[in-house]
């Protein structure tokens, strides 16, 4: 497979001599150069026989896809509410629950084959885990600072300990 040197894809076709999500020639040459160079202009919306004005201006990509099958080929494959719905049911398998829950919002944030809208969720449910898990330690905390709560606690505790004897 060749990469792209223009959009810096894989090309899931071996021997291609254009790249299949850009278009840009993925052969060495002057004609190649001419190819790319005239695929970066129509981005950037130049002329031809005009120059970029920047690197940074010549290295920007705008690809916009124009359909939902280059969308789908570009960005993947959407999760479905029923993929979302089982995600969820893991929370309800004591222990391994949590921690698989957890690896599928961590790879579906920071994965690269997740749709932008799925990274944006799984960012979301990640920082809420967060601001949840923040809230939890400081209620713990004042609980356990409580005279009153620790009074009841050991007398629970103290029960517990002559019913077991």
Do not use: H
Not at 122 to 133: D, I, N, P, Y
């Amino acid at each position: 497979m060749d990469t792209c040197k223009i959009c810096g894809r894989k090309n899931p076709v071996e021997d291609a001599n254009f790249c299949y999500y850009c278009g840009a020639s993925l052969r060495d040459g002057e004609e190649g150069l001419a190819i790319n160079a005239s695929i970066i202009r129509e981005r950037l919306g130049l002329e031809l026989g005009t120059t970029a004005t920047s690197e940074e201006d010549s290295a920007q990509e705008a690809f916009v896809p124009r359909s939902d099958e280059e969308r789908m080929l570009l960005e993947g494959k959407p999760f479905s509410k029923w993929k979302w719905f089982g995600t969820f049911l893991l929370l309800f398998i004591p222990v391994y629950g949590w921690i698989a829950f957890l690896v599928v919002m961590f790879i579906s944030a920071f994965g690269t084959a997740a749709t932008s809208e799925r990274k944006e969720m799984a960012k979301g449910m990640l920082l809420f885990l967060a601001v949840f898990l923040v809230f939890m330690i400081i209620t713990m905390v004042q609980m356990f600072n409580n005279p009153e709560f620790m009074e009841y606690y050991n007398q629970l505790m103290e029960e517990a300990m002559s019913s077991e004897q």
